[in-house]
């Protein structure tokens, strides 16, 4: 495959999402304070908070001025309709102060910064910049600017997730994970706690360009980029017995009981390690997990920007990531991954991989799926 330059656009993603990283970390910080925090529900009663809204707000902002805003394409999560709510302005106005607040520091991250503060009215055009639905042709920037805000507000994993997708296809994807842990245990048996009290050493931001064959890691530091990178590798264990298989948290997003039952016919025998977000692609490609297994209820309709930054980026570690049905991902549909098969799944390497394809086929017709 040719490998397409794209520094630009790898150099400007990667800076914003360390600069937007950072945001998140104040933010997080404010909510466990006394009225520290703004949370409110959308219509499908997910949380949405202030740095949801900062985050998309200052990627919208930078990716205009370094790319031009005439023919920008950006597909992302937030729209501009709870902010405009006539109870929001102290959300917006919390959401302004964050905003600017970060945009201030952009220099030191290597990118620009506006000539004074930005209004309200600017803020609000930045994050409604991001209305475009994607699709087959053209280039789009695909945004989640906090992908699990319910880990988030819990003081949680979360991660802030932007991919550039051209005629369909993922061509980099860089995931900020503020919250993930040094060590691989902190991940699964909750030394939430201990990183609560910053006593646990974490924060990084991975990140890859499609056809490169490498994936990158970098940690997160206060106030600026880190000279140096870490390549991530994929484990090399392919036995089930062996493997550390990630799923979400919340109920509603996964089938617990099938995956259960998947795992233990493939002699799983750890214990499921579920991690909110898109920071389950981060464990698979640090080699800090195997497999990654996703099967919604049939309703639900997966959204290409909780998984493109994580598809990209478990490949080119080495991963491997399709539908159930073994298929890759379409992400040339617009926002939805149409046409997915029963599930997702990600894996650590090939012969993992045929195994719970193998598995899944199995064990299918016996569930209540």
């Not at 290597?110 to 009215?121: A, E, F, H």
């Not at 803020?123 to 988030?152: E, M, Q």
């Not at 550039?164 to 994807?173: D, P, R």
């Not at 040094?182 to 909750?190: H, P, T, Y």
């Amino acid at each position: 495959m040719v490998v397409e330059s794209l520094e630009t656009e790898i150099d400007t993603a990667v800076r914003v999402v360390h600069l937007a990283s950072s945001l998140c970390v104040k933010v997080q910080e404010k909510l466990h304070l006394p009225n520290g925090g703004h949370v409110k529900s959308k219509d499908d009663d997910s949380p949405v908070t202030v740095a949801d809204f900062g985050v998309q707000a200052i990627v919208s902002w930078v990716l205009a001025e370094v790319f031009g805003d005439q023919n920008l394409s950006i597909v992302a999560e937030e729209d501009t309709e709870t902010l405009s709510e006539a109870d929001s302005l102290g959300l917006l106005g919390a959401v302004s102060n964050a905003v600017n607040d970060a945009l201030s520091e952009a220099p030191k991250y290597g990118l620009p910064k506006p000539d004074k503060p930005l209004g309200s009215t600017e803020i609000l055009k930045a994050i409604s910049r991001c209305n475009s639905v994607g699709g087959p042709k053209g280039r789009h920037w695909v945004l989640d600017p906090v992908d699990g805000t319910l880990g988030f507000v819990r003081g949680d994993q979360y991660a802030v997730a932007l991919a550039l997708i051209e005629n369909g296809k993922v061509l980099l994807g860089v995931l900020g994970c503020p919250n993930y842990p040094v060590k691989k245990e902190c991940l699964s048996n909750g030394c939430n706690q201990a990183m609560k009290t910053k006593s646990v050493a974490k924060g990084c931001v991975m990140y890859a360009k499609r056809g490169s064959g490498q994936a990158w890691m970098q940690p997160l530091i206060v106030g600026g980029i880190p000279d140096s990178a870490t390549l991530l590798k994929v484990s090399s264990v392919d036995d089930p017995v062996l493997a550390t298989v990630c799923e979400p948290v919340e109920r509603a997003n996964s089938n617990h009981l099938f995956t259960a039952g998947l795992a233990n016919s493939m002699g799983v025998r750890k214990q499921p390690m579920r991690v909110y977000s898109m920071v389950k692609y981060a464990a698979i490609a640090r080699g800090d997990a195997e497999v990654f297994m996703k099967f919604a209820q049939s309703s639900y309709k997966e959204k290409i920007w909780d998984h493109a930054a994580g598809v990209v980026i478990v490949e080119e570690a080495g991963g491997v990531v399709t539908d159930a049905g073994g298929r890759n991902l379409d992400f040339s549909k617009g926002v939805y991954l149409e046409g997915l098969d029963r599930g997702i799944i990600a894996c650590s390497g090939q012969v993992l991989h045929e195994k719970i394809i193998g598995a899944v086929y199995a064990s299918w017709e016996s569930s209540s799926l």
